[in-house]
């Protein structure tokens, strides 16, 4: 089986969401899901999805306003 990179970030973006939902401070939960859905954004980008890019940009200023909060 092999990975190659545009793959590999995705998964980490995924890596980065769940790993957020696992937290029980907020902050840390914002900060991990910020990195998430920077990583996302990139990844649509990448993979031309414009959905995943709009959807997870939203949430990216979502977390920076909560975060500025």
């Known amino acids: 089986m092999s990975i190659d990179w545009v793959e590999g970030v995705g998964y980490l973006a995924s890596l980065l969401v769940v790993l957020s939902l696992a ?6 939960l914002r900060l991990l899901s910020l990195s998430g ?3 996302f954004t990139t990844y649509g980008l990448l993979i031309d999805s414009w959905p995943l890019v ?3 940009s939203v949430i990216v200023i979502l977390n920076l306003y909560f975060l500025w909060r």
């Open 23 to 28: 937290q029980t401070r907020v902050l840390w």
């Open 37 to 39: 859905s920077v990583v």
């Open 54 to 56: 709009i959807t997870n």
